[in-house]
């Protein structure tokens, strides 16, 4: 059975940074993709980055060169540090594997974690 447990969230002012961390087990976690998403009220879930099993990295625009994606394989883990935050990054965030569809990079596994919650005030 596939569980992703998300943490690492808080509330943060602009400029500030956190550190979230998604432990996954029920996968064979260290030939998957990994990505973090979001989802802000009222938005649809949105891919922001993703590590491959070489830990190749890539990332949205919107959040490139202030999020830094990583991985641990020995605990089944991937991270995402994000620095300069802005209000703009406020959503609930979600860790998933992922795969490539002809839509481009999706979610492999319908089951989602509880997510957790980033606040940045202004």
């Known amino acids: 059975q596939v569980q992703l447990v998300e943490s690492g969230g808080g509330l943060v002012q602009a400029g500030g940074s956190l550190r979230l961390s998604c432990a996954a087990s029920g996968i064979i976690f260290s030939i998957a993709t990994m990505g973090w998403f979001r989802q802000a009220p009222g938005k649809q879930r949105e891919l922001v980055a993703h590590?491959?099993?070489?830990?190749?990295?890539d990332y949205a625009d919107s959040v490139k060169g202030r999020f830094t994606i990583s991985r641990d394989n020995a605990k089944n883990t991937v991270y995402l540090r994000m620095n300069s935050l802005k209000p703009e990054d406020t959503a609930v965030y979600y860790c998933?594997?992922?795969?490539?569809?002809?839509?481009?990079?999706?979610?492999?596994?319908?089951?989602w974690g509880q997510g957790t919650q980033v606040t940045v005030s202004s």
């Open positions: 998933n594997a992922v795969d490539s569809t002809t839509s481009g990079l999706k979610e492999i596994y319908h089951t």
């Open positions: 590590i491959t099993r070489r830990f190749s990295t």
